[in-house]
């Protein structure tokens, strides 16, 4: 099945959830944030979550700094 992610087409399995999407992707365990179709997804959602095709999702992770 073809969804977008980060605007580039990418295949995922039928039937993939969000939790297995984050994981295909190697983002288990950080910080991330995940939108799909404009709607922020709650990570404790992920899991209940079916993408379908043609779903748009964006991912964006936080990455730490600090002052020098």
């Known amino acids: 099945m073809n969804i977008y992610l980060n605007g580039e087409a990418r295949q995922v ?13 190697g983002l288990g365990g950080r910080r991330i944030a995940m939108e799909l179709n404009r709607e922020i997804v ?24 600090g002052a020098l």
């Open 13 to 25: 399995p039928d039937n993939c959830s969000a939790a297995q999407l984050v994981e295909e992707l």
């Open 42 to 65: 709650p990570r404790s959602s992920y899991g209940d979550i079916t993408l379908n095709a043609d779903d748009k999702v964006e991912i964006v992770h936080a990455i730490g700094g």
